[in-house]
Nanobody, 129 residues
Framework: VQLQAFGGGLVQAGGSLRLTCAHS????????IGWFRQASGKEREAVSC????????YYADSVRGRFAISRDNAKNTVSLQMYMLKPEDTAVYYC???????????????????????WGNGTLVTVSS
């Protein structure tokens, strides 16, 4: 099982970046994928998650309306398109996998560290003011 995140970089406030998570080794089914971030001195937090079939999608309140998650199961990739970036979006971004394909509580799709069993490397996003 492998997860690799890439696409980070330095961007000015108001700019855009696209992160991609490439996953491999999950058989027989694709995992749910989540993007998490950790700013310096802060805890890792959930940013966005997408279930195997893309029926379940979650966005943190802080990014809803600015970020868009999508997946291409044929290519085993999940992308996070980030628009209108703010300095407070600066963090190391990690992708992680929930091999069940998606976790639901009371019918609501759940995106949290506790259900992610596999973690990839981080990619640094720096937003300058």
């Amino acid at each position: 099982v492998q997860l690799q995140a890439f696409g980070g970089g330095l961007v000015q406030a108001g700019g855009s970046l696209r992160l991609t998570c490439a996953h491999s080794g999950f058989t027989p089914d694709d995992p749910a994928i989540g993007w998490f971030r950790q700013a310096s001195g802060k805890e890792r937090e959930a940013v966005s998650c997408i279930s195997r079939s893309a029926n379940g999608i979650y966005y943190a309140d802080s990014v809803r309306g600015r970020f868009a998650i999508s997946r291409d199961n044929a290519k085993n990739t999940v992308s996070l398109q980030m628009y209108m970036l703010k300095p407070e979006d600066t963090a190391v971004y990690y992708c992680a996998a929930d091999p069940t394909g998606g976790t639901y509580y009371s019918g609501k799709y759940y995106c949290g560290k506790s259900v992610m069993e596999y973690w990839g490397n981080g990619t640094l996003v720096t937003v300058s003011s």
